[in-house]
């Protein structure tokens, strides 16, 4: 069974970065066909996509973070990592990781996802 | 941008069907997927590519997508079910989520 762990700090300051790394276990994240990708949802709000990354490491993000984020994929450790820029309080939330398989229509759905971690942007 | 609209709530009755819609521009040309969430928990993929269901989920769980509007119906609904379920789509190179919708089961 596929398992994903995210970790990183639960207290950011404003205007610092954000890193939240996410373990995989149990199968591939860096392997055809599969991406991750991550997510956020604040404290009693919908949820937000941030980002993918394929296998292959071509990313796609949020138009509206896309100045801020990177994603990238450490193949041997079978991992993925987030970073998140000039973050404030507004960046409060709980992140998910997440893995999908890529479909004809792309990066369509995300059938795994970690437990979240909070992280909260006060000074 | 891309968006898909979902009513905020629903309520149904135990045992009875429940509709959940989701909205957004040429949205059957795309896949659809749906996400319930337990309060407290992570998002669960119940529905895939508009009408599929992942391994373990129950079969009163069913989607539809057509035209601009995405369906998910929830059969003989139980009152564990009452959760926030969320569509989701892929449309140039962006994931998009609805707001959600709070199903309460009463």
């Known amino acids: 069974q596929l398992q994903l762990q995210e970790s990183g700090p639960g207290l950011v300051k404003p205007s610092e970065t954000l890193s939240l790394t996410c373990a995989v276990s149990g199968g591939s994240i860096s392997s055809s066909p599969y991406y991750g990708g991550w997510i956020r949802q604040p404290p009693g709000k919908g949820l937000e996509w941030i980002g993918t990354i394929y296998y292959s490491g071509s990313t796609y993000y949020n138009p509206s973070l896309r100045s801020r984020v990177t994603l990238s994929l450490d193949t041997s450790k079978n991992q993925l990592s987030l970073r998140l820029s000039s973050v404030t309080a507004a960046d409060s939330a709980v992140y998910y990781c997440?893995?999908?398989?890529?479909?004809?229509?792309?990066?369509?759905?995300?059938?795994?996802w970690g437990q979240g971690t909070l992280v909260t942007v006060s000074s | 941008s891309y968006e898909l609209t979902q009513p905020p709530s629903v309520s149904v009755s135990p045992g009875q069907t429940a509709s959940i819609t989701c909205s957004g521009d040429t949205l059957g040309d795309k896949y659809a997927c749906w996400y319930q969430q337990r309060p407290g928990q992570s998002p669960v993929l119940v529905i895939y590519?508009?009408?599929k269901r992942p391994s373990g989920i129950p079969e009163r769980f069913s989607g539809s997508n057509s035209g601009n509007t995405a369906t998910l119906t929830i059969s003989g609904t139980q009152a564990m079910d009452e959760a926030d379920y969320y569509c989701?789509?892929?449309?140039?190179?962006?994931?998009?989520f609805g707001g959600g919708t709070k199903l309460t089961v009463l």
């Open positions: 989701q789509a892929w449309d140039s190179s962006t994931l998009v």
């Open positions: 590519q508009d009408t």
């Open positions: 997440a893995r999908g398989a890529k479909t004809s229509l792309g990066a369509t759905d995300f059938d795994y």
